[in-house]
């Protein structure tokens, strides 16, 4: 049973970083049919799609947050990682990623709730 | 791009059926049969529920159903039970290779 875990700081500053990671288990995050998600849900809203990686280190992101975002893969660690820009109050929001298979999320991290506050 | 419409809240009996509507445009949900419905529980992470449109992973019950017609797409609970109270989210791929998600539907089981 695949299964994915992220972890991270909770509680991040105006202006600064966000960084989250992703460890997979039960399956080797190089796999040819899967690209690794990473999506958000501010609170009490809908989801938003980030962007993915594939085990190649090919990545695509969502244009309204591309300037911001860099998603990486460390395959060696079965992980692959979030990191986002100067954040603001706009980036608070439980942070999920997600295994894609074609075009749907099969697997998912149970989230990681990020809080931009001074 | 905006997010799917969906209505906010939907409501039915139990044993009763409901749909939830998830309307886009031509270059997501009405282009592609690429439309995936999803379950979420208050504080848990969604639940793939249907996958290509009207798809259902292995697990799932088949009291949920997908179809789509134009330009939305649509989530039929049959034989509505008490546990079916908690939230949906449809997703699309769009024509510029990203996702959008529905603006999420509450379904109260009266």
């Known amino acids: 049973q695949v299964q994915l875990q992220e972890s991270g700081p909770g509680l991040v500053k105006p202006s600064q970083t966000l960084s989250l990671s992703c460890t997979v288990s039960?399956?080797?995050?190089?796999?040819?049919?899967?690209?690794w998600t990473w999506m958000r849900q501010r609170p009490g809203e809908g989801l938003e799609w980030i962007g993915y990686?594939?085990?190649?280190?090919?990545?695509y992101y969502n244009p309204s947050l591309k300037s911001r975002v860099i998603i990486s893969v460390d395959t060696s660690k079965n992980q692959f990682s979030l990191t986002l820009r100067s954040v603001t109050d706009a980036d608070t929001a439980v942070y999920y990623c997600?295994?894609?298979?074609?075009?749907?999320?099969?697997?998912w991290g149970q989230g990681n709730l990020v809080i931009v506050s001074s | 791009q905006s997010a799917l419409t969906q209505p906010a809240s939907v409501s039915g009996s139990p044993g009763q059926s409901i749909t939830i509507s998830c309307t886009g445009t031509?270059?997501?949900?009405?282009?592609?049969?690429?439309v995936s419905w999803y379950q979420q529980h208050p504080g848990k992470a969604p639940k793939l529920i249907i996958y290509e449109v009207t798809k259902r992973p292995s697990g799932v019950s088949d009291r949920f159903s997908g179809s789509k017609y134009g330009n939305t797409a649509s989530l039929t609970i049959s034989g509505l039970q008490a546990e079916d109270e908690v939230d949906y989210y449809c997703?699309?791929?769009?024509?510029?290779?990203?996702?959008?998600f529905g603006t999420g539907t509450k379904v109260t089981v009266l």
């Open positions: 031509s270059s997501d949900v009405g282009g592609y049969n690429f």
């Open positions: 997600a295994r894609q298979f074609f075009q749907y999320w099969d697997y």
């Open positions: 039960g399956g080797s995050i190089i796999s040819e049919t899967h690209y």
């Open positions: 990686i594939y085990y190649s280190g090919t990545t």
């Open positions: 997703s699309s791929y769009t024509s510029t290779a990203t996702y959008l």
